[in-house]
């Protein structure tokens, strides 16, 4: 489970753009988003860069769930 949303949330950032700046579909992004779909690694690390957040302040902890 990821926090994808929620950091695109609290930031202002749509998922229209995160798609255009990762160089993927809405549709993948979305999928993300909505935690339909988890992200490869490589893409994990991407978008924590580009959100300039830590990768683990876009996971969920088991403890959590």
């Known amino acids: 489970m990821n926090r994808i949303k929620e950091v695109l949330k609290t930031r202002g950032i749509k998922q229209k753009w995160l798609a255009k700046q990762m160089d993927k579909s809405y549709n993948m992004v ?3 988003a909505q935690n339909r779909r988890q ?3 490589e ?9 300039d957040v830590e990768v683990k302040e876009l996971l969920i902890e088991r403890k959590q769930l």
């Open 30 to 32: 979305n999928s993300y």
């Open 39 to 41: 992200p490869r690694l």
């Open 43 to 51: 893409d994990l690390y991407k978008i924590a860069e580009i959100l």
